[in-house]
């Protein structure tokens, strides 16, 4: 197989930018997503329940870098769910994580990789920015 770098670093540039725009505290963020990575996918996605409703540029910030993750994956072959989820739904969250749990282990562990070269991408984005 050959190398494929999927735009990561343009990915991470938009994402860094649009952050920027709309508040450039949640740039903050960016360190806490690299961070989070080894907790797994479920963690990731679900950080961006845990700040909905309170800080909302946050949020967005982790939604849009799950959002790019997809999209990636996607182009990879690897299908990473995606499902609308609201954060007073137990129920919702509680599916959404089982689909991620139930992905193959080979598919996670490069979802992660993937994902860990995009948050490190977006670390230097980051300190390119602010």
């Not at 950080?47 to 990636?72: I, Q």
């Not at 193959?104 to 992660?112: F, H, I, M, P």
Request: charged share 25%.
């Amino acid at each position: 197989m050959a190398w494929q770098s999927y735009g990561l670093d343009q990915c991470a540039q938009k994402l860094v930018l649009m952050a920027r725009e709309r508040d450039p505290q949640s740039l903050n963020q960016s360190y806490k997503m690299r961070m989070a990575v080894p907790y797994g996918l479920e963690r990731f996605w679900g950080e961006h329940l845990r700040l909905k409703g309170r800080e909302e540029d946050k949020a967005l910030y982790w939604k849009e870098t799950w959002n790019e993750l997809v999209k990636v994956m996607a182009k990879a072959g690897i299908t990473l769910p995606n499902d609308k989820v609201e954060p007073e739904n137990t129920k919702q969250i509680q599916v959404m994580s089982q689909k991620l749990w139930n992905i193959s282990t080979e598919d996670q562990r490069v979802s992660l990789a993937v994902l860990t070269q995009l948050c490190d991408s977006i670390v230097w984005w980051t300190q390119r920015y602010k």
